[in-house]
C-alpha cells in the first residue's frame, strides 16, 4: 500500500548543497528566496512531506523551516501553513528590467474582435459538460490530425445550412484560428510549386507575412465600387479573397467577378483561398452566401470562431478540395494540434442550437451599435461618410482628403485606440490613396459604448 504522503501535499524542487542537511536545505530554500524563483506568498510543502520526498528527517525540515521563520525568509501561521514572507524581491545583478506595462486605451475601436464581454458563458459551460460527458476516452488521445469527427459533421452540417458550403467532414481540417491555417495552406502550396498568391489591395499586412515566411510572394489585385477585380490575376497560382464582406472596405464581390474568379481557377488549375472572417453578420442585406459553393474543387473555404464567439478559442477551419486535405493535415505534423475538448464543446454548440441563438443575439446587438455610429457621425460631424455598413463588424468612415493622420494622432492623445485606412492598404496597391478610418464596433463593452461614440465624434473633422 503507498504511503499516505505519496498523494498528500504539493511539489516543491529544491536541493540541499553543503555541508549538513540542515544548512544546505536552509541555504537552499533561502537562495529560492532571494532569487525570486519562490514568490512571496507561495505555500510551502508540509515538513513531513518534503522530508519524505528528500529522504531526509522530518525534524531536519522543521528546524530548517523555523530557522527561516526567525530570518524573516517564511512565515508559519497555525491552520495556514508556512509561506514565503512578503517582502521586496532584488533581482540578481545584470538581470534586464522588466518593460514598461502598455497602458490601456479608454476606449478601443480597432476592428477584428468581437465584445469578448458577451461570450456566452453560461451556455457554452452547459455544451462542455455535455461534451465531455458523452465523449469517449479515445476522444482524449491525440486523435485525428483533421480534428474531432464530431466537429468536422457539426460544422459541414452548419456551414451547409447557413452559408451554402458544399462540406464533406472528410474534407474539413480545423486549425488554431485563421493564420494558423493560411499557414499550413501557404506550406502546401509552396510545396506544389507555386511561387505567387495574389492578395486584396486592402486586407491585413499579417496575411502577407505569413505568406511570404512560406516562401511566397504576394501581388496586390485593383479595388473599385465593385469589389476587387480580378483582372490581374494571370500571374497568380492562387489568391486570398474576402468576397463576402470585404475587409476592411466593407463591399461584397460583385456576382459577375464572383464568376470570372472561379472561371479563372478552373481555365488556369489556380486556387481560391476564401476567407468568411465574419460571414454570419449581416444586417440590411440577404445573406452573400459562400464563393465555395460555386466550385468547392477550386476554392477553399477559411471560417473561424474568433469574431462569432472568441479569437482566445483559436478554432477555425477550412474545407478544402479533394486531394488537398490530406496533404493539409500533413503539413500539421500528422496530429491534432487543436485542444479536443474546446471542440466536443463547439461540436455540442452548434449540433445543440445554441451556437445559431448566439449568433442572433450578438447580430442584434451590433446592429444596434451600428445604427447609434451612423446616427451619431451624421450628427456630430458631417464632414465624414459611412460606408460598408451592410454587413460586419466594422465600418469605413472617409473623411475629408488629408486628414486620416492627424486623426488618427489625436484619437491616440484622447486614449482612443482607432485605425486608419493606410494601415490596412498594401504597399503596392494600385490604387489613389484614400484618407479613411475603419472602425470597429465590436470590441467595446454595451456600458462603454456610449463613451467610444463620445470619443469618436471628438477627433472627427467638423
Not at 466537429?151 to 462540406?167: D, F, I, N, P, Q
Not at 481557377?265 to 440590411?284: I, N, P, Q, S, W
Not at 451592410?390 to 482628403?401: D, I, M, N
Request: charged fraction near 20%; charge should be positive.
Amino acid at each position: 500500500m503507498a504511503e499516505p504522503w505519496a498523494t498528500l501535499g504539493i511539489d516543491l524542487l529544491v536541493e540541499p548543497t553543503g555541508p549538513g542537511l540542515r544548512r544546505g536545505l536552509t541555504d537552499a530554500l533561502r537562495e529560492a528566496v532571494r532569487s525570486g524563483r519562490l514568490a512571496p506568498g507561495t505555500r510551502l510543502p508540509s515538513s513531513r512531506a518534503l522530508a519524505a520526498d528528500l529522504g531526509i528527517a522530518r525534524n531536519t525540515v522543521a528546524d530548517a523551516y523555523a530557522d527561516l521563520v526567525a530570518e524573516g525568509w517564511l512565515t508559519a501561521r497555525q491552520g495556514s501553513g508556512t509561506r514565503v514572507a512578503a517582502r521586496e524581491v532584488v533581482p540578481p545583478s545584470g538581470t534586464p528590467p522588466h518593460p514598461r506595462a502598455l497602458t490601456r486605451p479608454a476606449y478601443d475601436l480597432r476592428p477584428g474582435s468581437p465584445d469578448l464581454a458577451s461570450f456566452p458563458r453560461a451556455e457554452w459551460l452547459k455544451a462542455a459538460r455535455r461534451a465531455l460527458n458523452a465523449a469517449p476516452y479515445q476522444a482524449l488521445g491525440y486523435g485525428d490530425p483533421r480534428g474531432r469527427p464530431e466537429l468536422r459533421t457539426a460544422l459541414a452540417g452548419y456551414l451547409s445550412r447557413a452559408r451554402g458550403v458544399r462540406a464533406d467532414p472528410e474534407r474539413i481540417v480545423v486549425c488554431a484560428g485563421f493564420a494558423h491555417g493560411l499557414k499550413l495552406l501557404g506550406t502546401v502550396l509552396r510545396a506544389r510549386g507555386a511561387r505567387t498568391v495574389a492578395v486584396e489591395s486592402y486586407g491585413l499586412d499579417v496575411h502577407g507575412r505569413i505568406l511570404d515566411a512560406c516562401g511566397l510572394r504576394t501581388t496586390a489585385l485593383p479595388f473599385d465600387r465593385l469589389g476587387t477585380d480580378p483582372g490581374g490575376l494571370a500571374a497568380a497560382e492562387a489568391v486570398l479573397l474576402t468576397p463576402a464582406h470585404q475587409f476592411p472596405m466593407g463591399v461584397p464581390l460583385h456576382r459577375d467577378r464572383r464568376t470570372a474568379v472561379v472561371d479563372w481557377a478552373r481555365r488556369t488549375g489556380g486556387l481560391v483561398l476564401e476567407d468568411d472572417y465574419d460571414g454570419e453578420f449581416r444586417y440590411d442585406r440577404q445573406p452573400v452566401g459562400a464563393l465555395q459553393g460555386l466550385d468547392p474543387d477550386r476554392v477553399v473555404y477559411l471560417g473561424t470562431a474568433s469574431k462569432s464567439l472568441a479569437p482566445g478559442l483559436r478554432l477555425a477551419w477550412m474545407v478544402l478540395p479533394p486531394g488537398l486535405a490530406e496533404e493539409t493535415a500533413a503539413a500539421k505534423g500528422g496530429v491534432d494540434t487543436c485542444g479536443v475538448l474546446d471542440q466536443l464543446t463547439l461540436a455540442e454548440f452548434l449540433t445543440s442550437g445554441a451556437y445559431d441563438r448566439h449568433v442572433r443575439a450578438t447580430r442584434l446587438r451590433y446592429r444596434r451599435r451600428r445604427d447609434a455610429l451612423v446616427a451619431a457621425v451624421a450628427a456630430r460631424a458631417p464632414h465624414a461618410r459611412v460606408t460598408g455598413i451592410a454587413a460586419g463588424l466594422h465600418v469605413l468612415l472617409r473623411l475629408p482628403p488629408g486628414t486620416e493622420q492627424s486623426v488618427v494622432q489625436a484619437a491616440h492623445w484622447r486614449g482612443l485606440a482607432l485605425h486608419g485606412l493606410a494601415r490596412y492598404t498594401h504597399p503596392a496597391a494600385p490604387a489613389e490613396p484614400v484618407d479613411a478610418l475603419v472602425v470597429g464596433y465590436g470590441t467595446p463593452p454595451d456600458h462603454a459604448w456610449a463613451g467610444a461614440l463620445d470619443a469618436l465624434c471628438a477627433v472627427l473633422p467638423g
